[in-house]
């Protein structure tokens, strides 16, 4: 028997397992400098590494059963050599946890933090908006829009025109953001690119987008105009995106509403 070598795992095993029970993830912990502070502060981050913290105890403690079992060093060496690699898939776990929990096949619901100041126009525009579409049905709203200069396009052309006005420079990050606005008739695609104090925003497909938001049109305004919730709208399933969920709580802190 090698009790040593088991108590080299068994220590780590305990040490894992109580970060879990206390949810203080020590892999949230080792992961500090991969990720930015808003991925961080998101609740799926601690989410994901309750889980990913979860797998090691669970390897640890097999190790340091085996090892207690066998009484065999080679044993020992054999759970070690590929804990590397196995460092390197926790990264990856922990990166699509937020895919596989929030959405199917990549396209997932997006959360409260999200939507949250995601698009906004000039706060007299907003205001008017808002006016125009409150207790609207989602029809009413499509026929008001519509009836507006430039029609439905015209309108949204307006609202991402805004994201320029909108940026707050001081939580600005340098990203391509993509969205998708379906109107029933038509999808409209827009790319929307953020360089410093800068926003650059086009009506085109944002192929190169780390994120894209897709909703409909009279959603897609009652958020703009904060007559919807994003909490309301995620557990709705009124809104999904592709592409990096862990971004998303920052896509709200760079652009506030009026």
């Known amino acids: 028997m ?21 949810r203080h ?34 390897y640890f403690g097999l190790a340091a059963v085996t090892t207690a079992l066998t009484g065999r060093w080679w044993v020992s060496l054999a759970f070690v050599l590929p804990t590397p690699l196995l460092g390197r898939l926790s990264f990856r776990v922990g990166d699509g946890y937020a895919s596989w929990k929030m959405g199917h096949l990549g396209e997932m619901e ?8 995601t698009m906004a126009v000039s706060t007299s525009s907003q205001d008017e908006l808002r006016t125009m579409i409150v ?27 805004g994201m ?10 340098d990203c391509v953001v993509g969205y998708e606005i379906d109107s029933g008739n038509e999808n409209f695609a ?26 409909n049109v009279p959603e897609y305004l009652r958020l703009v105009t904060g007559l919807l919730d994003g909490t309301e709208a995620f557990l709705a399933g009124r809104m999904k995106i592709r592409g990096d969920v862990m971004f998303a709580p920052q896509i709200g802190r760079m652009f506030v509403t009026g």
């Open 2 to 22: 090698s009790p040593g070598a088991s108590w080299l795992w068994a220590v780590p095993a305990a040490g894992s397992g109580v970060s879990v029970m206390v």
């Open 25 to 58: 993830p020590w892999t949230a912990l080792l992961s500090r400098g991969r990720y930015d502070g808003p991925v961080r502060a998101h609740p799926m981050f601690r989410e994901a590494n309750l889980v990913v913290s979860g797998g090691w105890t669970l």
């Open 110 to 117: 997006t959360t409260n933090a999200m939507t949250k100041g």
């Open 135 to 161: 207790d609207k049905s989602d029809e009413e709203i499509l026929v008001l829009m519509q009836q507006a200069p430039g029609g439905i396009p015209g309108v949204l052309d307006a609202t991402v025109a």
């Open 164 to 173: 320029a006005e909108a940026l707050d420079p001081d939580t600005a990050m």
């Open 190 to 215: 827009y790319r929307v690119e953020v360089r410093g104090r800068e926003v650059q925003a086009e009506r085109r497909e944002p192929s190169d987008a780390r994120v894209v938001l897709q909703l």
